[in-house]
């Protein structure tokens, strides 16, 4: 069988779903199958070749046997609508995968499986413009009508895409991601240049998240204010990590601190340094950042809605993200009890190891079986 999976969103624009589709390919190819991959990638791939700071190294994945490349104009152009089904069409491809909402609605040569991994824009729309929101949910629509099957990355995102899109949960996949295999406890000379390199405190509560509402830092930050662990003239640091869309947060509390993006580099020395990692999200629909921050050993207090219980099972503590005081609760109870801190980081580290890009990738594979039988 002859898989196609669109690898044009492996930029550094889409880190989501870019990491999602270069992990996926990472792991097709190094299963032991048949199959042969098409990865389309845009003509100019900004990211074909490993230079400084480049998130994802392409010219690598290529050289697999199993695989080749196959060069479409970018995936929002005109050209690269109407080129697409030719190019596969060409390539004799059996199934394409996009891992994003937008790809060739008609005219596809062959049976088409989609990646939606959440439908946030529906969910919070004041956090995005109408046009914005217009143009998710038309393209949204149009994919699942198109598509054969829908991978999705939790149950309750297949709840959610049943409940309001009307799709039949027959026709949707679950398929977990996992954290990359550099997340792992790191080096003590790693932790040591990383906590110099971000002149980090000895004790210190983390949160990498973006500045998107929905993400909940303002929570965050009112129930540090609340609990005695914030209050106390000692007190450890609350650090903030991530994308800022609207420039660097800024605090009236002398023991927050935001560092904004971090290089990947450094992310697994950062998650493991801390003493603990919070993740206040209000709807994720996998949750990325709690299993990559369990995978390096920190334990993880996160919310209780969306996705994130199944994700993290047992081995977090949950809290209400509407409730600040419970947060603030959650806060106090881990930091004043380094035996609660200690069982939480072994479970972590076991939770974490049960996800893998291997079972993602054979999972997937299956999908792509069952759509062209």
Not at 2 to 9: C, E, G, S, T, V
Not at 17 to 43: E, K, Q
Not at 189 to 210: G, I, K, M, N, Y
Not at 284 to 297: H, I, S
Request: charged letters at 20%; a positive charge; proline letters at 8%.
């Amino acid at each position: 069988m002859n898989i196609a999976l669109d690898l044009r969103f492996v930029n550094d624009h889409f880190p989501g779903i870019g990491r999602y589709a270069f992990s996926l390919a990472s792991a097709l190819v190094a299963l032991d199958t048949s199959h042969r991959f098409i990865f389309i990638v845009t003509r100019d791939a900004p990211n074909r070749r490993p230079v400084l700071n480049t998130r994802y190294d392409l010219t690598s994945l290529m050289r697999s046997p199993k695989a080749r490349a196959l060069a479409a104009p970018h995936p929002f152009s005109i050209a690269g609508q109407i080129a697409l089904p030719a190019l596969l069409r060409l390539a004799r491809a059996d199934v394409y995968h996009a891992p994003y909402y937008v790809f060739p609605y008609v005219s596809l040569p062959c049976p088409a499986v989609v990646t939606l991994y959440d439908i946030i824009p529906r969910l919070f729309p004041r956090e995005s413009s109408l046009r914005a929101r217009l143009f998710f949910d038309l393209s949204v629509r149009m994919a699942l009508r198109s598509a054969q099957r829908i991978v999705t990355s939790s149950h309750c995102s297949r709840e959610d895409i049943v409940r309001v899109y009307r799709v039949r949960a027959s026709r949707i996949d679950v398929v977990y991601g996992a954290a990359d295999g550099r997340f792992r406890p790191a080096e003590p000379a790693t932790t040591a240049a990383v906590r110099a390199r971000h002149q980090l405190p000895e004790t210190f509560a983390l949160c990498v998240t973006s500045d998107k509402p929905h993400k909940n830092v303002d929570t965050l930050v009112k129930a540090w204010r609340l609990s005695a662990t914030g209050q106390r003239d000692d007190s450890p640091w609350l650090i903030l990590a991530g994308h800022r869309g609207r420039g660097l947060l800024t605090f009236d509390h002398s023991r927050i601190r935001d560092l904004g993006p971090i290089a990947e580099a450094d992310l697994p020395a950062l998650y493991g340094s801390a003493t603990l990692f919070i993740y206040p999200s209000r709807y994720e629909g996998f949750g990325l950042p709690p299993l990559e921050a369990m995978a390096c050993g920190a334990p993880v207090i996160c919310s209780r809605t969306g996705s994130l219980p199944e994700v993290v099972g047992d081995a977090a503590l949950l809290a209400d993200p509407d409730d600040p005081h419970a947060l603030a609760a959650a806060i106090d109870q881990a930091f004043a009890d380094p035996t609660l801190r200690a069982a939480l980081r072994a479970a972590g580290l076991e939770r974490a190891a049960s996800f893998s890009w291997q079972r993602a990738a054979q999972e997937t594979v299956a999908v792509y079986e069952r759509v062209c039988r």
